[in-house]
């Protein structure tokens, strides 16, 4: 089945007064018996409550303060064990925006203050307001497909047909893509690409069910080349200066990787892909993986990274060879958790001189090392890897 984008120059005020109309009502949970507000709860409100709210992605409301102070205990113990806030790449890479990773001071503090059962008051999250970006696509994705109560990672792809009437004001170009879930935190992440050769929408048009069933992956377009969302990270934007171009006459590719939660719910949701400021330059994508390192023609700088990769990886290591042979870090993932992954963007954008090479070493978990390596369990091993970058001499693009 496909579904018809329609292409809007709406403003985003229906999504901002949702979003206040959640952030007031989370705030009255907050008790104020104890007036006093530890260091520790003001951590938790600034690095936590984004996504612990009442209709967060994690499906944990930690805003009432008697479930939290009954998991207090569990809190202290994900954020000891490195698991929250998620943040899967070390230090050891080059430098990523809008890291997650606690200081030492405030990891200190948030534990003590969790191991003391999270007592005082807690000041309401931030929220961060939706972007007011101008935006042409938006489109509804997987409507009709639900996940039912069994947990694990279910994927479907969805071919995106443009507006058939062609308007001649069409945008040829993106830089942020929002997703905005029904059920939050059910679709863990979507990867998109433009198929130009027309298999998605064949594939799609033949599975009597909404979407179709195989990963997105089309020719040689990769799932993510076009960018994608998470459920972490629901805004995907490229720095300010840096664009997509949208190819005329090709499908837009949606691969959804969803969970179920216990109860049938729908992995539907309203996508909007945002206009670019003017000059900026046009990114493209390198896909590599262990056995397909890519060797970088001219000069660029490496804007995003984004990983497909299966419960067997343990380890990832991207690394950028240059000519001469020196190796430097791009981006090291020591434990690996599919559940936890999104898009990383560099900052600054990483330059890379002309024939560097990129490189993934990656290992697999002790978990997968007992099983024997058939073809698909060596295939899921294989952790696939899209680079966006933007040749450095690239001509600006000064206007739609
Ligand atoms: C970017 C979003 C995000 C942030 C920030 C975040 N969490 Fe989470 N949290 C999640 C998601 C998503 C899950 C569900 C994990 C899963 O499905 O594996 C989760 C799960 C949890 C759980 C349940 C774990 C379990 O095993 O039951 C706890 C407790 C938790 N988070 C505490 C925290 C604390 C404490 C912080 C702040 C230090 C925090 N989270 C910050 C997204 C987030």
Same mark, same amino acid.
């Given at each position: 089945?496909?579904?018809?984008?329609?292409?809007?120059?709406?403003?985003? =005020?229906?999504?901002?007064?949702?979003?206040?109309?959640?952030?007031?009502?989370?705030?009255?949970?907050?008790?104020?018996?104890?007036?006093?507000?530890?260091?520790?709860?003001?951590?938790?409100?600034?690095?936590?409550?984004?996504?612990? #709210?009442?209709?967060?992605?994690?499906?944990?409301?930690?805003?009432?303060?008697?479930?939290?102070?009954?998991? +207090?205990?569990?809190?202290?113990?994900?954020?000891?064990?490195?698991?929250?806030?998620?943040?899967?790449?070390?230090? @050891?890479? %080059?430098?990523?925006?809008?890291?997650?990773?606690?200081? %030492?001071?405030?990891?200190?503090?948030?534990?003590?203050?969790?191991?003391?059962?999270?007592?005082?008051?807690?000041?309401?999250?931030?929220?961060?307001?939706?972007? @007011?970006?101008?935006?042409?696509?938006? =489109?509804?994705? %997987?409507?009709?497909?639900?996940?039912?109560?069994?947990?694990?990672?279910?994927?479907?792809?969805?071919?995106?047909?443009?507006?058939?009437?062609?308007?001649?004001? +069409?945008?040829?170009?993106?830089?942020?893509?929002?997703?905005?879930?029904?059920?939050?935190?059910?679709?863990?992440?979507?990867?998109?690409?433009?198929?130009?050769?027309?298999?998605?929408?064949?594939?799609?048009?033949?599975?009597?069910?909404?979407?179709?069933?195989?990963?997105?992956?089309?020719?040689?377009?990769?799932? #993510? @080349?076009?960018?994608?969302?998470?459920?972490?990270?629901?805004?995907?934007?490229?720095?300010?200066?840096?664009?997509?171009?949208?190819?005329?006459?090709?499908?837009?590719? %949606?691969?959804?990787?969803?969970?179920?939660?216990?109860?049938?719910?729908?992995?539907?949701?309203?996508?909007?892909?945002?206009?670019?400021?003017?000059?900026?330059?046009?990114?493209?994508?390198?896909?590599?993986?262990?056995?397909?390192?890519?060797?970088?023609?001219?000069?660029?700088?490496?804007?995003?990274?984004?990983?497909?990769?299966?419960?067997?990886?343990?380890?990832?290591?991207?690394?950028?060879?240059?000519?001469?042979?020196?190796?430097?870090?791009?981006?090291?993932?020591?434990?690996?958790?599919?559940?936890?992954?999104?898009?990383?963007?560099?900052?600054?954008?990483?330059?890379?001189?002309?024939?560097?090479?990129?490189?993934?070493?990656?290992?697999?978990?002790?978990?997968?090392?007992?099983?024997?390596?058939?073809?698909?369990?060596?295939?899921?091993?294989?952790?696939?890897?899209?680079?966006?970058?933007?040749?450095?001499?690239?001509?600006?693009?000064?206007?739609?």
């Amino acid at each position: 089945m496909i579904f018809w984008a329609e292409r809007l120059g709406r403003s985003c =005020f229906v999504f901002c007064v949702l979003t206040l109309v959640v952030c007031a009502s989370a705030d009255q949970h907050i008790h104020a018996e104890n007036p006093q507000i530890w260091n520790g709860a003001q951590v938790f409100s600034k690095s936590c409550l984004p996504c612990h #709210g009442a209709n967060s992605p994690a499906a944990l409301d930690l805003t009432d303060p008697i479930a939290l102070r009954r998991r +207090a205990t569990t809190a202290a113990q994900v954020v000891r064990d490195g698991l929250m806030p998620p943040w899967l790449p070390s230090e @050891s890479g %080059a430098p990523l925006k809008d890291s997650r990773k606690l200081s %030492a001071t405030d990891r200190a503090a948030l534990l003590e203050w969790l191991d003391q059962s999270a007592q005082g008051k807690v000041p309401s999250a931030v929220v961060t307001p939706r972007p @007011s970006q101008e935006c042409e696509i938006a =489109f509804r994705v %997987a409507d009709g497909w639900q996940v039912g109560g069994d947990p694990g990672m279910t994927l479907r792809s969805f071919a995106i047909k443009q507006d058939p009437t062609m308007n001649p004001d +069409a945008p040829k170009f993106f830089n942020a893509i929002e997703f905005v879930a029904d059920a939050p935190g059910v679709v863990h992440s979507i990867s998109f690409l433009w198929d130009e050769l027309g298999f998605a929408a064949r594939l799609d048009a033949s599975d009597p069910a909404p979407g179709y069933d195989a990963v997105g992956d089309i020719g040689l377009q990769v799932s #993510g @080349s076009s960018g994608g969302v998470s459920r972490l990270s629901t805004l995907w934007q490229l720095p300010k200066g840096y664009a997509m171009k949208i190819p005329i006459d090709a499908v837009l590719v %949606a691969e959804i990787h969803a969970e179920g939660r216990g109860k049938v719910e729908s992995t539907a949701g309203n996508v909007r892909f945002l206009t670019p400021e003017f000059p900026c330059k046009l990114v493209h994508a390198i896909a590599i993986s262990p056995s397909r390192p890519a060797t970088i023609a001219s000069a660029c700088e490496a804007v995003s990274i984004s990983i497909r990769a299966g419960s067997r990886v343990q380890s990832i290591d991207v690394f950028a060879k240059d000519a001469k042979g020196q190796l430097q870090c791009v981006l090291n993932i020591p434990k690996w958790n599919e559940r936890l992954s999104e898009p990383w963007m560099f900052d600054p954008p990483l330059a890379l001189e002309a024939g560097t090479e990129l490189i993934v070493q990656s290992t697999v978990n002790a978990d997968a090392q007992k099983t024997p390596l058939d073809a698909h369990a060596a295939a899921m091993s294989q952790p696939m890897i899209v680079v966006l970058v933007a040749d450095k001499d690239a001509d600006l693009i000064r206007e739609k």
